[in-house]
């Protein structure tokens, strides 16, 4: 239900599928869903991949030549980056929820701000370790 309560800002209780689009979700709501979400990316897909990567680079000399090959591909980088920023938005958003539970920044403006450090930190960490793993350095 939506309503123009208590001033001219729309409040959203129980948001109707029709009604997403006008739905700002404020950046709490995007760390908390992008952390279940970068969660279950690094239990689905992280952990089959590496183990796979990790045994294809100890089984042998030829699967080490295949592991380097896969390695080296455009597209299992682009895999890879995307786990690096799933393990990283986790991890800040993990320690700042850890904060939260012992009651640290849960006032309404430290949530916000501390949300905002968590998704600014993790996309510049991503960008670092994009411009590592294309090779700019
Ligand atoms: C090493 C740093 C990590 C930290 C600090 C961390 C922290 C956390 C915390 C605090 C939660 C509970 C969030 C809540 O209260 O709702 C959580 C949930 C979860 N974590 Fe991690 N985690 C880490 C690594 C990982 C890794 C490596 C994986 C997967 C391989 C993972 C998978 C998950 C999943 C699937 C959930 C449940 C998410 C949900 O249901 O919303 N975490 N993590």
Known sequence: MSGLEGGA????????????SQYRLPA???VS?????????LFLLGIPFLLYLFQE????????????QIASHWFAKLVLL????SFIHHFCAGIRFLLLDVHIGVEKEQARAGAKIVLGA???LTLVAALKLFGAF
């Open 28 to 30: 709490p709501g995007l």
């Open 122 to 124: 993790s996309v510049f």
């Open 82 to 85: 995307g786990l690096i920023w």
């Open 57 to 68: 680079s100890l089984t042998s000399e030829l699967s080490y030549q295949n592991f380097q």
């Open 33 to 41: 869903i992008l952390h279940r979400i970068s969660g279950a990316m």
């Open 9 to 20: 800002r729309p409040r959203f209780r129980n948001i109707d599928v029709s009604q997403l």
